[in-house]
């Protein structure tokens, strides 16, 4: 099982809205609608952000948005902030009940 | 509140065995199964495998070899990695999360340090 592919980086300006890609293929991203997206501040657990491709957990900030077309996944950070900075990992369950990691984004604040 | 408590950090030499627990709490741990992910220093997180705290059963994946073991305790409400064989490559931060109601992880353990060193 192979990575999910995403950006290496992607950066904003305060307040500017960044996507990030999440590309699959038809046996995890595309098949299924169990794509998750989490974030991971340095030294620290990921935290779920977004799951079943669109959903966000109870009590989440409404600037993270996310959505998926085909094989890729995406998702949108709107009114960036300085405390956004972090890396951003998406997640798909696969056709072999299995899941599989992104290879990661870092998303820089300007 | 739900907590996963996780064993502290090891050192250990190639070759060698490492038992790793995640200790649950604050919900019916047969409930939801339990994922492990691994992060090598400096790179991404790769899912390990998942064991149903319920009955016992375990999926891993492709990518880990077959040193890895994934059981739990029901008495204990623990979830243990156990990785034999260890090499240099096997250093990382090893997280246990929970498997929420849907495909996704809602919480997870603090991370334990595994260091392979000669």
Redesign the interface.
């Known amino acids: ?1 192979s ?1 999910l592919t995403q950006p290496a980086s992607v950066s904003g300006s305060p307040g500017q809205s960044i996507t990030i890609s999440c590309t699959g293929t038809s046996s995890d991203v595309g098949g ?1 609608n ?1 794509v ?1 997206w ?1 974030q ?1 501040h340095p030294g620290k ?4 952000m977004i ?2 491709v669109t ?1 966000r ?1 109870s009590g989440l900030s409404n600037r993270f948005s996310a959505s998926k077309s085909g094989n890729t996944a995406s998702l949108t950070i709107s009114g960036l902030q300085a405390e956004d900075e972090a ?1 951003y ?1 998406c ?1 798909s ?1 696969t056709s ?9 984004t870092k998303v820089t604040v300007l | 509140q739900v907590q996963l408590v996780q064993s502290g950090g090891e050192v250990t030499k190639p070759g060698a065995s490492v038992k790793v627990s995640c200790k649950a709490s604050g919900y019916i741990f047969s409930d939801y199964p339990i ?1 492990w ?1 691994r992060q090598a220093p400096g790179q ?4 390990m ?2 064991i149903n705290a319920g009955n016992g059963n375990t ?5 880990i070899p077959g040193t890895v073991t994934i059981t739990r305790d029901t008495s204990a409400s623990t979830v243990y990695l156990e990785m034999s064989g260890l090499r240099h490559e096997d250093t990382a931060i090893y ?1 246990c ?1 929970r498997k ?1 109601g ?5 919480f ?4 334990t340090l595994v260091t392979v060193s000669s």
Request: charged share 15%; hydrophobic share 25%; net charge negative.
């Open positions: 099982q990575a299924y169990y998750s989490y991971q657990a990921p935290k779920l799951y079943d959903k957990p890396d990992y997640s369950y072999s009940s299995t899941f599989v990691f992104g290879t990661g | 994922h992910v991404g997180l790769e899912w495998g998942w999926k891993y994946s492709q990518n997280y999360a929420s849907s495909f996704s992880s809602d997870w353990g603090q991370g």
